[in-house]
């Protein structure tokens, strides 16, 4: 690649303000990690799963490690904002990278619409009469203004959410230790570790009904790769990224197998189902004075978290999309404070479809936008990882620069990480509630494929306006 093939692929994060600091980014990473997919989605799991459901996501977690050393050896090798897109574009071609600027622009868009739901949900704790949709529009509205201030207002409330979901879980964890080993509150008498194989097996609906979670455990950990997007913003990529990502699997370990585990020992699987938050529940059951309470606020910043960085992430992918003449030109706007506000108010406007499903239909709004939002990442995901197998046999031939930050195995775990992803798609194709993401999904290729040619013909005319017999990409 040439100089000033490298200098336009690097095009897409310039203007942006490096506010992000390690502190910061840090913290988004941890906090990617912990989403509503934990806090609220894990109930419904429990409740197909039993106690199996902690190796599901112990299985999931390992997976996602494996794609993001595969992503961190990509950033490292050449960190831009537009990553994903990015590297598809260099690696697999423009329509690759065209395509999946815009399918991880539609998951952040409908894991919005998610998030916005669960909070909705919360909210009906202390005020059951107030509108499902009324509470996902005001929160929409806040989360808006914060994302057009400042990237540095974005990152310190990530920071804060992110503090408070942690906290919350370290939290429940030495809370539920104590009640196991010293038998304290209304929970103690009941409370054993035997609950994770006592009440019918550690897999006690069957290993297959087991399997079939596995599309509500990779929900719940999309977002870890937003890392990569803040790579274009970071006070210093070298250092924070390749930090970041190598505390993933402890956090994978405390987070969602450390906390679940505990949860599970201390209340039976068997009073779990889908709209009962986990961790509300344990704190209803251990009996402390408005505990519940406190978890459901912990939820509900969690919850806001996600919807926050959705907004932050769309914004930036539109501009990449727009900055390579794959979006109308207007979205590569910044602001006078240095965000692209156009961008993210589109993206804020098509959430808002997310307050009019919690309108319709309130009661199966999650299950829809969380089912289309696992497609659009396991496609994301899928591109990383054969973009790092590309990248990889690049290096192994001389053509391109090695990473400071590889994987280990070489592209060993990213060809496991395929399989897994491409199982984990069937599984859902096998799920009669779970496919129509599947048919959603299909229609959405369609839809960016009329796109492509659209702008294929555009970009000839444009070139034969000018004079020349060829282009080789748009933009």
């Known amino acids: ?22 502190r910061q980014v840090q913290m988004i990473a941890i906090g990617g990690a912990i989403g509503v997919g934990l806090f609220l989605g894990a109930g419904a ?3 197909k799963a039993g106690p199996g459901i902690i190796l599901m996501y112990a299985l999931a977690g390992l997976i996602i490690f494996f794609v993001m050393r595969a992503l961190g050896e990509l950033l490292l090798y050449r960190p831009v904002s537009g990553s994903f897109a990015e590297y598809s574009r260099e690696f697999l071609g423009p329509f690759f990278g065209y395509f999946t600027g815009w399918t991880y622009w539609l998951m952040w868009v409908v894991t919005g619409m998610a998030e916005l739901t669960a909070a909705a949900i ?30 540095r207002l974005f990152g310190e409330i990530e920071f804060w959410f992110s503090m408070v979901k942690v906290t919350a879980i370290v939290g429940m964890i030495v809370i539920g230790l104590g009640v196991l080993t010293l038998g304290f509150s209304q929970a103690g008498d009941t409370a054993a570790v035997s609950n994770l194989w006592a009440l019918g097996g550690f897999f006690p609906e069957g290993v297959g009904s087991s399997l079939m979670t596995l599309q509500g455990v990779m929900f719940a950990y999309l977002a870890v790769e937003l890392v990569g997007v803040t790579a274009g913003e970071s006070e210093n990529p070298a250092e924070t990224l390749p930090r970041a990502i190598n505390t993933l699997p402890w956090r994978i370990a405390l987070f969602y ?7 599970l020992a201390v ?54 999309l727009a900055d390579n003449g794959e979006a109308p030109a207007v979205l590569r706007r910044l602001s006078s404070t240095r965000t692209p506000a156009v961008g993210i108010t589109v993206s804020t406007v098509c959430m808002a479809v997310g307050v009019l499903l919690n309108y319709v239909v309130p009661e199966r709004a999650f299950l829809y936008v969380t089912s289309v939002a696992t497609a659009a990442g396991i496609w994301t995901w899928l591109m990383i990882l054969v973009c790092h197998v590309r990248y990889r046999r690049g290096v192994a031939a001389g053509r391109l620069p090695a990473s400071s930050f590889p994987a280990p195995g070489g592209s060993a775990f990213s060809w496991v990480a395929i399989a897994f992803l491409l199982f984990v798609t069937g599984l859902i194709a096998c799920d009669a509630e779970a496919r129509v993401c599947l048919y959603v999904m299909a229609g959405w290729a369609a839809a960016l494929g009329a796109g492509w040619a659209v702008l294929r013909v555009r970009a ?7 004079g020349e017999p060829e282009f080789e990409r748009l933009g």
Do not use: D
């Not at 197998?257 to 949860?263: C, K």
């Open 267 to 320: 209340v039976r699987w068997t009073e779990f189902g889908e709209g009962v938050s986990p961790f509300v529940r344990a704190f209803a059951v251990i009996g402390i004075p408005a505990g519940a309470g406190i978890v459901n606020f912990v939820v509900l910043t969690a919850a806001l978290s996600s919807c926050n960085s959705g907004m932050y992430s769309t914004g930036r992918m539109l501009r990449t």
């Open 122 to 151: 919360y909210i009906h704790y202390w005020f059951p009469g107030v509108p499902q949709w009324l509470s996902a529009l005001v929160f929409l509205l806040v989360l808006f203004t914060a994302n057009l201030i400042s990237v």
């Open 460 to 466: 000839a005319r444009a070139a034969g306006r000018r």
């Open 257 to 263: 197998v450390g906390s679940l585990t505990v949860i």
């Open 1 to 22: 690649m040439t100089a000033g093939q490298v200098e336009k692929e690097r095009a897409p994060e310039e203007g942006y303000e490096r506010g992000l600091g390690s």
């Open 45 to 47: 799991n429990i409740a």
